[in-house]
């Protein structure tokens, strides 16, 4: 399937904008590919799902996208990181509460207020004061009037399959723990209560994304009861300085 971004290309380029993402390739496991893409490459997208249907990960299937749309894009002057040019992502997803591993559970791990982290030295690099602000669910490691880990939401609906009638109801979480102090659970116990909170609270169900580099979040995500749900590529580009 193949849904051409008619508003996300126009406000890239009548706003010559500094992110644009030209084409974003999404699959779910057992389903069909799903490309988004610029109207100005809707050739390259369809000859690249008739190539690449069976594989769309693959170091030739996103050399294929630089080739035929980087190079071009690079002409308008934008630019890849090179070393992300091959860099996809795993999608897992907990749908129901019983399908959360309840037993990675800590008891350091505790909702996230204002009076929970009052006084605590905060060792991640998320803004707590902002996420208490603005009432985004996240749990927390508090050791030693430390805040050692969190897991967020991350916004409403991930969009990472938006051909999935059931996307208005997903929530992505986030995940950080302190340089120091992984290894010893913290992630997966703030990942699981987050994911049972907001199945709790009538989400339809929680996603977890990795790239496809990073065995020690993906790890994490299946700890907490995350199982595979799909793989995504975002074609980020930058405007060059």
Do not use: Q
Not at 4 to 11: C, H, Q, R, S, T
Not at 20 to 39: H, L, M, N, Q, S
Request: charged fraction near 30%; include cysteine.
């Amino acid at each position: 399937m193949i849904d051409l971004d008619y508003g996300g290309e126009e406000f890239v380029f009548e706003n010559d904008w500094d992110t644009a993402v030209p084409i974003t390739v999404r699959k779910r496991d057992g389903a069909d590919v799903y490309i988004e893409v610029f109207p100005t490459y809707e050739r390259e997208a369809r000859e690249f799902e008739k190539l690449f249907a069976c594989d769309p990960f693959s170091r030739d299937a996103l050399s294929f996208l630089w080739e035929r749309i980087g190079v071009p894009m690079e002409a308008r002057g934008y630019c890849d990181e090179k070393k992300f040019r091959h860099r996809w992502y795993y999608t897992l997803v907990i749908k129901r509460g019983d399908e959360i591993d309840k037993s990675v559970i800590l008891p350091s791990t505790v909702k996230l207020t204002e009076a929970a982290v009052k006084g605590k030295r905060n060792r991640t690099t998320f803004d707590l004061e902002r996420y208490i602000e603005e009432e985004i669910n996240a749990f927390v490691t508090v050791e030693g009037g430390e805040v050692l880990s969190i897991a967020a939401e991350n916004m409403s609906c991930s969009g990472d399959f938006d051909d999935d009638e059931e996307c208005g109801g997903i929530t992505e979480i986030g995940v950080e723990t302190a340089v120091g102090v992984r290894g010893r659970g913290f992630a997966a116990s703030n990942a699981a209560s987050l994911a049972r909170y907001l199945i709790e609270t009538d989400v339809v169900y929680v996603t977890y994304e990795t790239d496809c580099d990073n065995a020690s979040s993906l790890a994490v995500a299946r700890r907490a009861g995350f199982v595979g749900y799909g793989k995504c590529y975002y074609y980020v580009m930058r405007k060059k300085m």
